[in-house]
Nanobody, 127 residues
Framework: QVQVVESGGGTVQAGASLRLSCTVS????????MAWFRQAPGKEREGVAC????????VYADSVKGRFTISKDNAKNTLYLQMNSLTPEDTAMYYC????????????????????WGQGTQVTVSS
């Protein structure tokens, strides 16, 4: 049984930083690309960042490029999202996700190739 558990969310002021973590069990973590998604109330889900199985490739949404960094520790079965210079527009529920056929090219931001989702961790940025 695959389990995906996010942590690290919270409420911060604009300009602050947060680091999200996602621990995965039940699959061979070092063989999977991993991604972060987010969804704000009343908005569509957005693919935030994706990292390849061996961390050789990472891609970002334009809205977070230069501020967020995705990383993967295969020894700890853990995915991270370092978020700097947060703005109120980053307020959302953040989800960790992966899939057997998910890669960080093409249509990954749609989430259609995701097989496993976490429960989400809330990030709230106040102005």
């Amino acid at each position: 049984q695959v389990q995906v558990v996010e942590s690290g969310g919270g409420t911060v002021q604009a300009g602050a930083s947060l680091r999200l973590s996602c621990t995965v069990s039940g699959l061979t973590f070092d063989r999977y690309a991993m991604a972060w998604f987010r969804q704000a109330p009343g908005k569509e889900r957005e693919g935030v960042a994706c990292i390849s199985w061996n961390s050789g490739r990472s891609v970002y949404a334009d809205s977070v490029k230069g501020r967020f960094t995705i990383s993967k520790d295969n020894a700890k079965n853990t995915l991270y999202l370092q978020m700097n210079s947060l703005t109120p527009e980053d307020t959302a529920m953040y989800y960790c996700a992966t899939g057997s056929y998910m890669s960080c090219s093409g249509s990954w931001p749609t989430g259609n190739s995701v097989d496993y989702w976490g429960q989400g961790t809330q990030v709230t940025v106040s102005s």
